[in-house]
């Protein structure tokens, strides 16, 4: 039976997930913290634009509105652990990377770094800042994409679901991977092919 629910102070919007999070690294003057952000979105190819809502109760926030710049990684299932710490507590009370024993690597053109065991990484200018009710969506231009080759498709580039066990958000402290997967092509020589 569907419901209609109209007290959106009370009603979870949590029906578009599930989803995957990343977990966004940000160095500002020495210090240097990261959080997971499910809230992620591909903004623009050309520019190619990658945008992140965060709330102004972070740390991170304040530490990204004056670096103006971050990391963005995406880390298989394998590395939940590292996706649910750095998403629980705050680099205002610990040093998230010595704590939960996360290594990290020197990016190419900024100074946050970027997480080694994530299968991909963006390196990000901020090149905007949009209120969005109680977050600010920061609009990153993507200056470099790291990624491990072996975990996507050669010709169409998409990721691997034979090989990355994707980390896909549900909402409060639920996650899943796929342990069995249907894939399918469906294109527009597909759609033009089927019947309906
Ligand atoms: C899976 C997951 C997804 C999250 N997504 C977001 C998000 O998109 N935006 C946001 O502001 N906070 C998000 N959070 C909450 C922050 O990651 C969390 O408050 C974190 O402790 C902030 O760390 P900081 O204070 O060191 O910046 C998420 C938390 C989890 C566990």
Redesign the pocket.
Known sequence: MKVVETDLTKAKFYHFYPCI?CVIVVKYKEKI?G??????IGLSFNPPLFG????P?????SLLKNAKEFTANFLSFDYLKT??S???????NID?FKNFRVETEESKFISSPILKNAYASYECKVVNIFNVGD?DLFVGKILAVHYDEDLFEKDTKIPSVEKIKFSF?LGS?FYFTQKSFEKVKFGEEEVLKSSY
Request: no cysteine.
């Open positions: 999070p913290n959080m997971t952000a499910a809230w992620n992140v809502s965060i709330s109760n972070r740390f991170t926030y996706i649910a750095f998403g629980r507590t705050s680099g205002r998230k977050h958000y402290d």
